[in-house]
């Protein structure tokens, strides 16, 4: 049987990075035939890098700041990840809106993971804005990135349910529990080669998923 190849990726970062750690995770069991080449931060501050220095990746700070626009921030994050020669982007908690100067040479190998059923809450404090809301249901998507705020096509999505006994905390550890299952599962897929965008679809295996991707119901 011949083995799928190894996949390339680069991670961006802001933060504490816990789904660049399922990444790790699963890669260093065997379960994600796949190499981090790199983890990218535009937060000097952000936990990931830590993360990414225990496991042996390559890290760099690329901080915004440092440029005169965010067209030259864009475009030096291109340069710098294009250095890579990536199969795959995978944002983790990436606190920056990637514009068309930087997402133009990489179409189609760009993912993001968001904690809410998109299209439902896009952008900052899901959690706070579901429990306001008083939904039942939460989780999180993955998703093509475009220019447009979490609006790319959706691959998957992981459902949890939201009691009446759930609290932020509570409801951010599962997202969290969510996304680790998630976002390895799907770098899966698309290792293997059985993810294909097509003119705003997203097909499976060939199958042309719903537009909310394929669901998965995470039990409590």
Known sequence: MTPTPSLNIAVLISGNGSNLQALINAISSKQLPAKIS??????????GIQRANQAG?????LLPKDYSSRKAYDLALRDLVAT???????????MHI?????????????LNIHPSLLPSYPGLNT????????KSEHGCSIHYVTADLDAGPL????????TASDNLESIKNKVHSAE???YPTV???FAARRIRLCKEQVSLDGFILPHSGLRFIIPD
């Open 57 to 61: 990746i390559p890290t760099t700070n």
């Open 84 to 94: 890579y020669q990536p199969d795959l982007i995978l944002l983790a908690g990436f």
């Open 187 to 189: 770098v899966n897929w």
């Open 155 to 162: 691959i998957a999505q992981a459902v949890i349910e939201v």
């Open 98 to 110: 990637l514009g068309h100067d930087f997402l133009e040479p990489f179409q189609e190998k760009i």
């Open 180 to 182: 680790h299952f998630l």
């Open 127 to 134: 959690h706070q804005q579901v429990l306001a809301d008083k």
């Open 38 to 47: 790199a983890v990218i931060s535009n937060n000097i501050d952000a936990y």
